[in-house]
């Protein structure tokens, strides 16, 4: 620990006076924006028109947060960091709004808000006020790549932004309400997977005020040696600082960021002076300080600061309470901002040398707005990985194993900027390939059999997907690309940072000097249809209905039928901006159907007839055969050949969709077909049995608007699942080819009748495949090894 000449040491008389007037700057702009709509600098006596009716806002943790970031611009000038802030107690926004306007980079992005007493004033007003800004740490504040409404991501993003960025410091302030959270309680160990020879620093700064909302916080009531032993078992040296007077904390705190960036110094140069790259012991920070510190002490005879009473509102009867009202004032007055501004409301001279300058501020490092130092990928020519197909369905692979020596070398054409994540499903999901060129990330021991593990390695495997979605928002959000690939039933998981993620992303939009971001991309295999062995629980296609939920300009779903369509879509995803990209296919072998450049045909439009499986030529159809997904087209391809062989007269459309959203009116997705187009495909009255790979009534939902909705009839997942075979679990579901058959001829008017015969065959047929399946414990070959013939051939089962 430092010695006490170590910690006197560390301010001189003149920084220490200096930083704490910052502070109390700081923190007098922030309890003007909880509470002030009029008269910021206090020239006249406080009266209930200058406070906000509605008080919203969060001082408890303000004084603590407004804390860390003086101290840090301090070293930032002291070091020439290259130095960015995410900040998890996200409620905390006024602190970090007030930081921003101090040093100046809020009143460069919002010029109307000028470092003067009439910018203040707006400053004050627009907080938690209609037309204003947020409460939270959200994108409207510079610097943030993080709002924390939602807590539990602050520490696996600011890993993700530190990967690949090896002069970057990322400090990360930790709420203690927020270190109860699984995915933060699981993110301690992301410095397994951080190399100090290539990637940047993360200073975790672990904010322990004691209290959440209403209640006491848990690792600020177990022993501290047992608080110091969980940090120090998740691999940091933890240096506590403690205290209640501000110039005792104020010393002490500077004394240990300076021990803690000589540290990372001193892990950095000894991992990249050439020698063996180890997994280091890391700095981090304990800050123990009261709730709402420097704020009213009591309230109406009952305690408020160091309390759960000082978590938002600590004098909430201002308006209607003269001795609240003059309480404010007291609070206000405490920190003598007749010290810290002008005459004009500017800071002033000494609290503006305090900061850094330019792109050194926080608030405006480049890289916590990363669109702006976005560069496209090199892509390989996907076209030069795809299969090879003569005829429709020839031959059989797998789409995920197809993608994954281009994603192979997409990992090699971009060593700095793109990396895969994956919750220990890489090569489950067949991409693998991948390990031709990298490893994966791990920075922790290995012993002799271990597979592809190194401080170099560009796939991030974790069994964990928070800190895999936390990791590549982080990563995104400061300028770079990479792909999730997961098992579909699981990435439910992520439900709540999918969106978090969206909403900043359709808030970024409307900001003018936010940059568009790489999208977020999806790779999900080991879909709904083809986890028949591993059974119920891993059988679930309901994360797109979640997507969907999301503003249609932020996302994108699609489902390629084979390979070469997965190609071309992840090509697209790959290049695209500000997204959220979600791509479901199949790893299992299975038939490919379009050559590459009719995949790239089919996947620009989006959809489109098929031509080869259709026989409507010149005329309009009696029914459209419609699917969207990987299984659900090859049943219906199957279903076709029946209905060909057994009804040749009957006249069958058959239509892939690829992007799901094409089935929404324009109006109300860009990627949605008009009207017009749209019938022109489906028609305008006949029957649609249309076969997806998700939950039934999305289809229904996506299209409730088209002029043809009462003639379509969707089949899809309806919670039907168990251990099975492949076609057994289509059947429990009636997506088999044999039910569409039926469908069909339930459907199409005047068929019923005429086709009596068929329809018992068909219902027969689905008995027959399930009584092989109970007998023998595999498909029936006659089923699963169906192969299209382009024209029709009596032989053909």
Same mark, same amino acid.
């Given at each position: 620990?430092?010695?006490?000449?170590?910690?006197? &040491?560390?301010?001189?008389?003149?920084?220490?006076?200096?930083?704490?007037?910052?502070?109390?700057?700081?923190?007098?702009?922030?309890?003007?924006?909880?509470?002030?709509?009029?008269?910021?600098?206090?020239?006249?006596?406080?009266?209930?028109?200058?406070?906000?009716?509605?008080?919203?806002?969060?001082?408890?943790?303000?004084?603590?947060?407004?804390?860390?970031?003086?101290?840090?611009?301090?070293?930032?000038?002291?070091?020439?960091?290259?130095?960015?802030?995410?900040?998890?107690?996200?409620?905390?926004?006024?602190?970090? $709004?007030?930081?921003?306007?101090?040093? =100046?980079?809020?009143?460069?992005?919002?010029?109307?808000?000028?470092?003067?007493?009439?910018?203040?004033? &707006?400053?004050?007003?627009?907080?938690?006020?209609?037309?204003?800004?947020?409460?939270?740490?959200?994108?409207?504040?510079?610097?943030?790549?993080?709002?924390?409404?939602?807590?539990?991501?602050?520490?696996?993003?600011?890993?993700?932004?530190?990967?690949?960025?090896?002069?970057?410091?990322?400090?990360?302030?930790?709420?203690?309400?927020?270190?109860?959270?699984?995915?933060?309680?699981?993110?301690?160990?992301?410095?397994?997977?951080?190399?100090?020879?290539?990637?940047?620093?993360?200073?975790?700064?672990?904010?322990?005020?004691?209290?959440?909302?209403?209640?006491?916080?848990?690792?600020?009531?177990?022993?501290?040696?047992?608080?110091?032993?969980?940090?120090?078992?998740?691999?940091?040296?933890?240096? $506590?600082?403690?205290?209640?007077?501000?110039?005792?904390?104020?010393?002490?705190?500077?004394?240990?960021?300076?021990?803690?960036?000589?540290?990372?110094?001193?892990?950095?140069?000894?991992?990249?002076?050439?020698?063996?790259?180890?997994?280091?012991?890391?700095?981090?920070?304990?800050?123990?300080?009261?709730?709402?510190?420097?704020?009213?002490?009591?309230?109406?005879?009952?305690?408020?600061?160091?309390?759960?009473?000082?978590?938002?509102?600590?004098?909430?009867?201002?308006?209607?309470?003269?001795?609240?009202?003059?309480?404010?004032? &007291?609070?206000?007055?405490?920190?003598?901002?007749?010290?810290?501004?002008?005459?004009?409301?500017?800071?002033?001279?000494?609290?503006?040398?305090?900061?850094?300058?330019?792109?050194?501020?926080?608030?405006?490092?480049?890289?916590?707005?990363?669109? $702006?130092?976005?560069?496209?990928?090199?892509?390989?020519?996907?076209?030069?990985?795809?299969?090879?197909?003569?005829?429709?369905?020839?031959?059989?692979?797998?789409?995920?194993?197809?993608?994954?020596?281009?994603?192979?070398?997409?990992?090699?054409?971009?060593?700095?900027?793109?990396?895969?994540?994956?919750?220990?499903?890489?090569?489950?999901?067949?991409?693998?390939?991948?390990?031709?060129?990298?490893?994966?990330?791990?920075?922790?021991?290995?012993?002799?059999?271990?597979?592809?593990?190194?401080?170099?390695?560009?796939?991030?495997?974790?069994?964990?997907?928070?800190?895999?979605?936390?990791?590549?928002?982080?990563?995104?959000?400061?300028?770079?690309?990479?792909?999730?690939?997961?098992?579909?039933?699981?990435?439910?998981?992520?439900?709540?940072?999918?969106?978090?993620?969206?909403?900043?992303?359709?808030?970024?939009?409307?900001?003018?000097?936010?940059?568009?971001?790489?999208?977020?991309?999806?790779?999900?295999?080991?879909?709904?249809?083809?986890?028949?062995?591993?059974?119920?629980?891993? +059988?679930?296609?309901?994360?797109?209905?979640?997507?969907?939920?999301?503003?249609?300009?932020?996302?994108?779903?699609?489902?390629?039928?084979?390979?070469?369509?997965?190609?071309?879509?992840?090509?697209?995803?790959?290049?695209?901006?500000?997204?959220?990209?979600? $791509?479901?296919?199949?790893? +299992?072998?299975?038939?490919?159907?379009?050559?590459?450049?009719?995949?790239?045909?089919?996947?620009?439009?989006?959809?489109?007839?098929?031509?080869?499986?259709?026989?409507?030529?010149?005329?309009?159809?009696?029914?459209?055969?419609?699917?969207?997904?990987?299984?659900?087209?090859?049943?219906?391809?199957?279903?076709?050949?029946?209905? &060909?062989?057994?009804?040749?007269?009957?006249?069958?459309?058959?239509?892939?969709?690829?992007?799901?959203?094409?089935?929404?009116?324009?109006?109300?997705?860009?990627?949605?077909?008009?009207?017009?187009?749209?019938?022109?495909?489906?028609?305008?009255?006949?029957?649609?049995?249309?076969?997806?790979?998700?939950?039934?009534?999305?289809?229904?939902?996506?299209?409730?608007?088209?002029?043809?909705?009462?003639?379509?009839?969707?089949?899809?997942?309806?919670?039907?699942?168990?251990?099975?075979?492949?076609?057994?679990?289509?059947?429990?579901?009636?997506?088999?080819?044999?039910?569409?058959?039926?469908?069909?001829?339930?459907?199409?008017? =005047?068929?019923?009748?005429?086709?009596?015969?068929?329809?018992? +065959?068909?219902?027969?047929?689905?008995?027959?495949?399930?009584?092989?399946?109970?007998?023998?414990?595999?498909?029936?070959?006659?089923?699963?090894?169906?192969?299209?013939?382009?024209?029709?051939?009596?032989?053909?089962?």
């Amino acid at each position: 620990m430092d010695t006490a000449e170590d910690v006197q &040491r560390a301010l001189t008389d003149d920084e220490l006076r200096r930083l704490d007037a910052y502070w109390r700057a700081a923190n007098y702009l922030t309890v003007g924006q909880i509470y002030l709509l009029g008269n910021p600098l206090l020239r006249e006596p406080l009266t209930p028109d200058d406070i906000k009716p509605r008080l919203l806002g969060h001082w408890g943790t303000s004084p603590g947060l407004n804390l860390i970031y003086a101290h840090l611009n301090r070293v930032i000038v002291a070091r020439d960091l290259n130095a960015m802030l995410v900040t998890g107690p996200g409620h905390g926004g006024p602190a970090i $709004v007030a930081n921003t306007w101090l040093e =100046g980079t809020w009143s460069e992005r919002y010029h109307d808000v000028a470092r003067d007493e009439t910018g203040m004033a &707006r400053l004050f007003r627009q907080f938690s006020f209609p037309g204003g800004i947020p409460s939270h740490v959200a994108a409207d504040v510079p610097g943030s790549i993080h709002e924390g409404g939602e807590l539990g991501y602050a520490l696996s993003h600011a890993y993700g932004a530190a990967f690949d960025h090896p002069d970057l410091v990322v400090a990360c302030v930790v709420g203690d309400g927020e270190a109860e959270t699984g995915p933060l309680a699981g993110s301690w160990l992301s410095n397994v997977f951080l190399n100090p020879a290539r990637d940047g620093a993360v200073l975790p700064i672990l904010h322990l005020n004691g209290y959440k909302i209403a209640n006491p916080t848990v690792l600020s009531r177990i022993p501290e040696t047992d608080l110091l032993d969980l940090m120090r078992g998740s691999g940091y040296e933890p240096y $506590v600082v403690a205290g209640d007077d501000p110039s005792v904390v104020h010393r002490a705190l500077a004394a240990t960021m300076d021990r803690a960036l000589d540290e990372i110094a001193t892990i950095q140069r000894r991992a990249r002076s050439g020698g063996v790259v180890e997994r280091p012991r890391w700095p981090m920070i304990i800050l123990r300080t009261p709730k709402g510190w420097t704020g009213p002490r009591e309230v109406d005879g009952t305690q408020v600061e160091g309390t759960y009473r000082a978590h938002q509102v600590p004098l909430s009867g201002v308006r209607d309470n003269p001795a609240h009202l003059a309480e404010l004032e &007291r609070w206000l007055r405490s920190y003598r901002p007749e010290e810290l501004f002008d005459a004009t409301g500017a800071p002033v001279d000494e609290l503006r040398t305090l900061p850094p300058h330019g792109d050194r501020r926080m608030s405006a490092n480049p890289v916590t707005n990363g669109g $702006v130092v976005l560069r496209d990928l090199a892509l390989p020519d996907f076209g030069e990985y795809g299969v090879d197909v003569p005829e429709p369905g020839q031959p059989m692979a797998g789409a995920t194993g197809v993608l994954g020596p281009w994603i192979r070398d997409v990992i090699a054409a971009n060593p700095q900027t793109f990396r895969l994540f994956g919750p220990d499903e890489v090569t489950s999901n067949r991409l693998g390939a991948a390990f031709e060129v990298t490893d994966r990330a791990w920075m922790a021991a290995t012993v002799p059999g271990d597979d592809h593990l190194s401080p170099d390695g560009r796939v991030m495997e974790v069994l964990s997907e928070h800190l895999c979605q936390g990791w590549l928002e982080g990563y995104l959000l400061t300028g770079r690309h990479g792909v999730f690939t997961s098992y579909e039933a699981f990435i439910h998981i992520v439900d709540s940072m999918l969106n978090q993620h969206a909403k900043w992303l359709k808030v970024t939009r409307a900001i003018p000097w936010r940059q568009p971001l790489a999208s977020l991309n999806y790779l999900l295999s080991s879909h709904v249809w083809r986890q028949d062995h591993n059974g119920f629980s891993h +059988q679930d296609p309901g994360f797109i209905d979640h997507v969907v939920n999301k503003k249609a300009e932020v996302v994108r779903v699609y489902l390629p039928p084979d390979a070469n369509t997965l190609l071309a879509t992840m090509d697209h995803c790959l290049r695209s901006r500000h997204y959220i990209n979600v $791509v479901v296919a199949g790893k +299992q072998p299975a038939p490919n159907w379009l050559t590459v450049d009719e995949a790239i045909q089919h996947t620009r439009r989006g959809l489109g007839i098929w031509e080869w499986a259709s026989n409507d030529d010149n005329c309009e159809p009696d029914v459209v055969l419609a699917c969207c997904g990987d299984v659900p087209t090859l049943e219906t391809l199957a279903a076709a050949d029946l209905l &060909r062989r057994h009804l040749p007269e009957l006249k069958v459309r058959l239509v892939n969709v690829v992007d799901l959203m094409r089935l929404q009116p324009d109006t109300e997705h860009p990627h949605g077909l008009p009207d017009k187009e749209f019938d022109t495909i489906f028609t305008p009255d006949r029957p649609v049995i249309f076969a997806y790979h998700g939950y039934p009534w999305l289809i229904h939902r996506l299209t409730y608007r088209r002029s043809n909705h009462e003639n379509l009839h969707v089949r899809g997942y309806k919670e039907e699942g168990t251990t099975t075979t492949p076609f057994d679990m289509v059947m429990l579901n009636d997506l088999d080819r044999f039910h569409l058959v039926i469908d069909v001829i339930d459907r199409v008017p =005047g068929l019923g009748a005429r086709a009596a015969h068929l329809r018992q +065959q068909m219902v027969d047929a689905r008995q027959a495949a399930r009584d092989y399946t109970r007998r023998y414990g595999e498909d029936d070959p006659q089923v699963a090894e169906w192969r299209w013939v382009r024209e029709t051939d009596p032989t053909n089962p």
